[in-house]
């Protein structure tokens, strides 16, 4: 069974520029959550999507947006890079919907916005 | 605003010993709290979780102990080993999307 993978593992952009991220779920799952993960901070939840629907967000401006696809593989598109949005980001699946089913993290990846 | 509160960002403590963790929390529409571990270079993995129906919850070498008229909660690894150090998230959920996760505490076992 393959575990959650997300790529690319470390990104370099400048302000301004538009990223995505990308995150294949583990097999079974329907849903992946976004977590951004500053340094020296916990992770903080981005959104959520449950077959292919945003069902969830949270205090993150629409300028970080996502895509569910049909085999559950998922993508964090961030427009108008700012500084302080470099950080680690995660992917995280489960099996169902909300926060009380297990979620397994990806290793992240790596954004450093210069 | 931080709603989960873990004080202590850095723990060391001798093999074979008791762990303990410590978490605060705000929001008092939580009902739901989980443990993370993680090491570098990986994403967090569960650790083990608690209702707020319950006050402990046990499995194995790991208990999670919730205080809510305190909103406070509290992981214990007994006997820590090398292996255990990490970094160890506490998080809370309303039964919502999200899990509210706090700073982490890193955690060192030596031996």
């Known amino acids: 069974e393959t575990g959650v993978t997300q790529s690319p593992t470390h990104l370099i952009k400048t302000r301004g520029q538009q990223v995505t991220l990308r995150c294949s779920s583990q097999s079974g799952h329907n849903t992946v959550s976004w977590y951004q993960q500053a340094l020296g901070q916990g992770p903080q939840f981005i959104f959520q999507?449950?077959?292919?629907?945003?069902?969830g967000r949270g205090n993150f401006p629409p300028r970080f947006s996502g895509l569910q696809f049909p085999n559950y593989s998922s993508e964090l598109n961030v427009n108008a890079l700012e500084l302080d949005d470099s950080a680690l980001y995660l992917c995280?699946?489960?099996?169902?919907?909300?926060?009380?089913?297990?979620?397994?993290f990806g290793p992240g990846t790596r954004l450093t916005v210069l | 605003d931080q709603q989960v509160k873990q004080n202590s960002p850095s723990l060391s403590v001798q093999e074979g010993r008791i762990s303990i963790l410590n978490c605060d929390y705000t929001?008092?529409?939580?009902?739901?709290f989980l443990w993370y571990k993680k090491y570098p270079a990986e994403g967090p993995t569960f650790l083990i979780s608690?209702?707020?129906?319950?006050d402990k919850n046990e499995d194995g070498r790991f208990t999670v102990f919730l205080n809510k008229s305190a909103k406070h909660l509290s992981l214990h690894i007994v006997p820590s080993q090398p292996g255990d150090s990490a970094v160890y998230f506490c998080a809370a959920s309303d039964s919502g999307y999200a899990l509210n996760f706090g700073k982490g505490t890193s955690l060192l076992v030596t031996p």
């Open positions: 995280a699946s489960s099996p169902g919907q909300g926060a009380l089913d297990e979620q397994f």
């Open positions: 608690i209702s707020s129906i319950k």
């Open positions: 999507y449950y077959r292919e629907e945003e069902n």
């Open positions: 929001n008092s529409m939580f009902d739901y």
